[in-house]
């Protein structure tokens, strides 16, 4: 047990530094934008969740490389690992068109919200400049999902921890302005500003890493030019479109959420942005522990020892749900730290605090929901888990936060009014989820086994 807990570990801190890198530019730009104005925050979390929804929506597609890339790895074939990252090149960027477009056109998304004029202005010059580095973004995606597959996420650490540190003097310099070399407040909009740049920086290092680094120079990714081959983009995409579903559900569930908490006001809407943001950055803990499992689960899948692959996928989930409750338990007792971090602003804290106390529940049983789907998608199971989060997180959570957040038919007791209506049926969507998804992994595990 404790072997695979250490394994697991061992896997799991690069990528959580590197994830908590990447949602540290989220917090960042709260934080920040959140100090400049209400108006900037609640444009932020307007244009923020359209562009969340639309990015993670893509990139679940690309995310099909790592469990094929891990069981090639663990099956010795290093050639065909070539050949499987050339393609998923050719597929991010035929994937970027579409992404590129609803970002540069976003006011048809933009009219659900029913927000002012002004913020949906601000929040459509924020997409608008976002929809520059969405093609650098698809592309380094694929060298994250290539380099995590093979148990090398520390180089993709490197690039996330340096995209932050260029983070930080950017943010300063485009949102609250430069006098003295002429640049201008820029408030959300330099957030966007600074986000593409860096995107683009880290797409350059990606691609460096893949040609000249040890560990992924054997496979020979740009020894030579291949067109696209349509059989090659079906089998990436009869995983990938499963599982970018699956995103893509899981994402707008909590997308629409700010989009509908967006009719309540901008400090209501203000407040959410901080819960999603801090439930956002708890996440990253089981999610490097899921991405560390799944690659190690597929690997042995790969090598045909499937009674490691079960242990292997079993100590992960267990690891995971048991750091969840500590988690859960210290975000309880921290609340006020955490909100004073956050806001100054009185009437944005008192809308947060309700919602922090939510959050602390709802993060143990996503812990536990993320880890299940993603030992699903090592054993190449997509459709399935899609139809669960569909189910929970759109049926159980939107649609019920809906009906508790506006009181429809006068069912809703007064304390879930407004934004709390929506995260406590948010927190009882992921703890369906969970009980879903960990019953279907055990499942599919006994009948993976027996046909074995």
């Known amino acids: 047990m404790w072997q695979d ?19 540290a530019f989220g917090v960042m730009d709260t934080a920040m934008v959140g100090r400049a104005s209400a108006f900037d925050l609640a444009s932020l979390a307007l244009g923020g969740s359209i562009y969340i929804t639309v990015y993670v929506g893509l990139m679940g597609i690309l995310v099909a490389l790592s469990p094929i890339v891990a069981q090639l790895y663990g099956a010795g074939e290093r050639t065909a690992i070539g050949e499987e990252v050339r393609q998923s090149f050719w597929l991010a960027l035929f994937l970027a068109v579409p992404g590129f477009l609803v970002l540069s056109h976003p006011q048809f998304i933009l009219r659900l919200s029913e927000a002012t004029p002004e ?18 973004a698809m592309l380094f995606r694929v060298y994250s ?4 597959a093979v148990a090398q996420p520390r180089i993709v650490m490197v690039i996330q921890v340096t995209g932050l540190a260029l983070k930080v003097p950017l943010n300063l310099a485009l949102i609250y302005g430069v006098e003295r070399l002429g640049i201008p407040a820029l408030g959300s909009t330099g957030c966007a500003i600074a986000t593409t740049a860096i995107n683009w920086v880290s ?9 000249r680094h040890a560990k992924l120079r054997e ?3 740009f020894a030579r030019f291949c067109w696209p081959q349509w059989h090659a983009i079906r089998a990436l995409l009869k995983l990938g479109v499963p599982m970018g579903l699956s995103y893509l559900i899981e994402v707008t569930a909590y997308s629409f959420m700010a989009i509908f908490i967006a009719r309540l006001g901008d400090v209501t809407l203000a407040g959410h942005q901080i819960a999603a943001n801090l439930g956002a950055l708890m996440y990253m803990l089981p999610m490097s522990i899921a991405i560390a499992t799944a690659t190690l689960t597929a690997q042995a899948i790969g090598s045909r020892d499937l009674q490691a692959a079960r242990l292997t996928g079993r100590r992960g989930v267990e690891f995971a749900g048991t750091l969840g409750l500590g988690l859960a338990t210290l975000m309880w007792f921290s609340r006020p730290l955490i909100l004073a971090a956050y806001t100054s602003d009185p009437q944005v804290a008192a809308v947060t605090t309700p919602l922090l106390a939510i959050v602390s529940i709802y993060h143990l049983f996503d812990a536990l929901q993320v880890n299940a789907v993603f030992v699903l998608r090592a054993w190449k199971v997509a459709v399935v888990p899609t139809v669960i989060y569909a189910l929970s997180l759109w049926g159980v959570g939107l649609g019920g936060g809906y009906v508790l957040g506006f009181d429809v038919g006068g069912i809703s007791p ?5 934004a709390r209506g929506f995260w406590a049926a948010n927190t009882a969507s992921v703890a ?8 279907y992994l055990r499942w599919v595990v006994h009948v993976k086994a027996a046909r074995a």
């Open 414 to 418: 007064v304390w879930l009014h407004g």
């Open 432 to 439: 369906v989820a969970a009980v879903g998804l960990l019953m």
């Open 119 to 136: 913020l949906e202005a601000r929040a459509s010059a924020y997409l608008q400049i976002l929809a520059f580095g969405l093609p650098a």
């Open 203 to 211: 797409c350059g290092l990606g691609l460096t890493l893949m040609a």
């Open 5 to 23: 807990i250490r394994r697991i570990a061992a896997l799991a801190w690069p990528v959580l530094i590197g994830q908590l890198a990447v949602i």
């Open 145 to 148: 999902s290539l380099s995590t």
């Open 219 to 221: 496979f020979a990714i």
